[in-house]
């Protein structure tokens, strides 16, 4: 197989679980397969340049878009979509186990989540701290 091929289906590959996590971290990834993709067919027999240029392409990507991102992040109007789970209701589909992650339906999404608590399958919870892939939750009980 020409190494081309490979490079294509790595920065597809990579393009596809980035549209699913939405980190901008594997789109850069995907960006650098593609410029080595390119490199290997001007210059197909030098895997070491196929490889330089991918990476230098990764990180320089990564570098200089990291300020715009967090630039974006900050801006006015701007809302994460997790941010607006805390205070949100969910059900458990996996049982949390005190200091041992479970998982959480809320709405349509499932989450890792973890609890000061046991927490059964089935039981109601409510969203009480989001990190960046763990919710924090607490047993729901009417009185909230």
């Given at each position: 197989?020409?190494?081309?091929?490979?490079?294509?289906?790595?920065?597809?590959?990579?393009?596809?679980?980035?549209?699913?996590?939405?980190?901008?971290?594997?789109?850069?990834?995907?960006?650098?397969?593609?410029?080595?993709?390119?490199?290997?067919?001007?210059?197909?027999?030098?895997?070491?340049?196929?490889?330089?240029?991918?990476?230098?392409?990764?990180?320089?990507?990564?570098?200089?878009?990291?300020?715009?991102?967090?630039?974006?992040?900050?801006?006015?109007?701007?809302?994460d979509t997790g941010t607006e789970l805390v205070g949100k209701k969910g059900i458990?589909?996996?049982?949390?186990?005190?200091?041992?992650?479970?998982?959480?339906?809320?709405?349509?999404?499932?989450?890792?989540?973890?609890?000061?608590?046991?927490?059964?399958?089935?039981?109601?919870?409510?969203?009480?701290?989001?990190?960046?892939?763990?919710?924090?939750?607490?047993?729901?009980?009417?009185?909230?």
């Amino acid at each position: 197989m020409h190494a081309w091929v490979f490079w294509l289906i790595a920065a597809g590959i990579l393009f596809v679980v980035e549209m699913m996590t939405l980190t901008f971290y594997l789109l850069w990834l995907s960006l650098g397969a593609a410029a080595a993709m390119l490199v290997s067919i001007v210059v197909p027999d030098n895997i070491l340049l196929q490889v330089i240029v991918g990476c230098a392409v990764a990180l320089v990507l990564t570098v200089f878009t990291k300020p715009l991102a967090k630039r974006f992040r900050t801006s006015r109007g701007f809302q994460d979509t997790g941010t607006e789970l805390v205070g949100k209701k969910g059900i458990v589909i996996e049982p949390i186990d005190k200091g041992q992650y479970g998982i959480v339906k809320i709405g349509g999404d499932t989450w890792s989540a973890v609890s000061d608590q046991f927490i059964g399958l089935n039981e109601q919870v409510i969203v009480v701290k989001r990190g960046n892939a763990i919710i924090e939750v607490e047993r729901w009980e009417e009185t909230h």
